[in-house]
């Protein structure tokens, strides 16, 4: 589940120390037993187990930290849009999934499809 | 053994080849859940007529989890009551397991309504091919590798912990997961045009860039019906036309070696080849276009260096043009 850009992705271990992703894939990619898929789609590894934390920006401008179970490498990128929603700019990929508010329900849409003035379920406005 | 369509057969084969013998498949059968005080009969058939056929993976042994897979072929897309009979299957197993777990996972080579996914991820159960916002149609080799990515990742990923998939949506996800990528795989397979060698594997410009970006030229040779060019580290890009080969490989520059057509300059006045060498070797690769008819590469950004099926060109790219012409 990687919606946000390689690029943007800020990993630390479980003492807060940064983890650079390319040097940790390349370290972990020769443990055969963590390696889910290594193939012409791309390379999928388990790091359930490492203490890792993916660290997202949310509203307030702070960073809120989630543990990573998998990290994926998909050899064929899909395109990358800029979108601010609130006070934040992310980097996502055009498939990722938003959650905007649709009168009194809720509906799910992709990244490309995102257009300024919408609302995510979370009370986020996107701008652009 | 018989099986219901051609789909369910091919998934069972790429089971077997995946986990061994702990493979089965039942078609409109009373299970029987074997229970060591009361043996419990739960029955799929009987009115209201439901046909149940499964697909039985043993994934681990210690705790027995296994993954109950229900092959839809059908002409049109599966629709939510299919993903909510196959949850009650899952669940009812569940109930009556005998300490075993299982998880779902529907096969709809066809694809799923919109409604499907809330009720997938409601039940925990995987979906194959991934519901995802692009009308795009996989083709059956794509399903079928697919099957047998999330079989491989399944019997992995459960020699570290199972009890974090039981809940749902985490199987959901983590079958989303391994699939989602295929649809960017699936339109470059479109072009059949970029493979990485040595496993030949389907590839994309963007990532045959990425791989030959900054890297020098050491050597450029022709042989029949392409071009290839060495560059440092071991890496070969290969020319033929309708088809781009790289890699680390040196089987790309097999082939009876010909003396190659060369030419400079925007007019695309004939050279020698050894001109061109003279110019290209040591040069980085600094950017890149694929015209189709020819394969061009920026060096050092100074220089445009073409490989053709039967030969090369370079170009200089300073400006003024007519006072740097080659």
């Known amino acids: 589940m990687m919606p946000i850009a390689g690029e943007q992705f800020i990993l630390t271990d479980s003492k807060g120390t940064r983890v650079q992703l390319g040097d940790f894939v390349e370290k972990l990619r020769k443990d055969e037993k963590r390696v889910l898929a290594d193939d012409e789609v791309g390379l999928v590894l388990y790091v359930g187990d490492l203490g890792i934390y993916q660290w997202k920006p949310i509203h307030s401008g702070e960073f809120l930290a989630q543990p990573v179970t998998q990290i994926s ?12 929603i609130g006070a934040i700019v992310l980097s996502v990929t055009e498939d990722a999934i938003f959650i905007v508010t ?14 300024p003035g919408m609302v995510l379920a979370t009370g986020e406005k996107v701008y652009r | 053994m018989s099986f219901k369509n051609q789909l369910e057969k091919q998934c069972y084969e790429i089971a077997k080849n995946t986990l061994g013998d702990n493979v089965r498949v039942e078609h409109n059968k009373k299970i029987q859940i074997e229970r060591a005080l009361c043996p419990e009969v739960v029955s799929f058939t009987g009115p209201p007529t439901k046909e149940i056929d499964i697909l039985m993976c043993r994934l681990i042994d210690k705790p ?12 049109n897309k599966a629709e939510p009551a299919h993903i909510q009979e196959w949850g009650a299957v899952v669940q009812t197993m569940n109930k009556y397991g005998d300490g075993a777990l299982y998880l779902g996972l529907v096969i709809s080579p066809s694809g799923f309504t919109n409604g499907c996914e809330a009720w ?37 990923r459960l020699q570290y912990t199972h009890i974090d998939l039981m809940s749902p949506p985490a199987f959901y996800d983590f079958v989303y997961a391994l699939v989602a990528d295929f649809e ?18 389907l590839s994309s410009f963007s990532e045959m860039y990425a791989t030959v970006a900054g890297h020098i030229i050491e050597d450029a040779i022709a042989v029949e019906g392409a071009t290839v060019i060495k560059l440092d580290t071991g890496i070969q890009i290969r020319f033929s036309g309708n ?26 006045e004939p050279c020698k080849f050894e001109f061109i060498k003279s110019i290209i070797i040591g040069k980085r ?24 099926i039967n030969g090369f060109h370079v170009v200089s790219t300073k400006n003024p043009v007519e006072a740097n012409k080659l």
């Open chain 1, 73 to 84: 490498q998909p050899r064929f990128h899909t395109r990358i849009l800029r979108k601010q």
């Open chain 1, 102 to 115: 649709d009168g009194n329900s809720l509906r799910k849409i992709r990244a490309e499809k995102l257009k």
């Open chain 2, 64 to 75: 027995r989890i296994i993954l109950l897979t229900s092959c839809k072929q059908l002409s």
């Open chain 2, 120 to 156: 997938a991820t409601s039940h925990n159960l995987g979906l194959i091919p991934p519901l995802k916002g692009k009308a795009l149609v996989f083709s059956e080799q794509a399903i079928l590798h697919m099957y047998s990515r999330v079989l491989f990742a399944l019997h992995k």
């Open chain 2, 184 to 201: 960017g795989r699936e339109e470059a397979a479109n072009e059949e045009r970029y493979f990485l060698a040595p496993k030949e594997w």
């Open chain 2, 243 to 268: 088809r781009v080969d790289y890699g680390q490989a040196e089987c790309l520059e097999e082939g009876a070696k010909v003396e190659p057509s060369c030419f400079k300059n925007i007019e695309m």
């Open chain 2, 285 to 308: 690769i600094s950017s890149a276009g694929d015209f189709g008819t020819y394969l061009e590469y920026g060096l050092d950004q100074h220089y445009n260096f073409g490989l053709h």
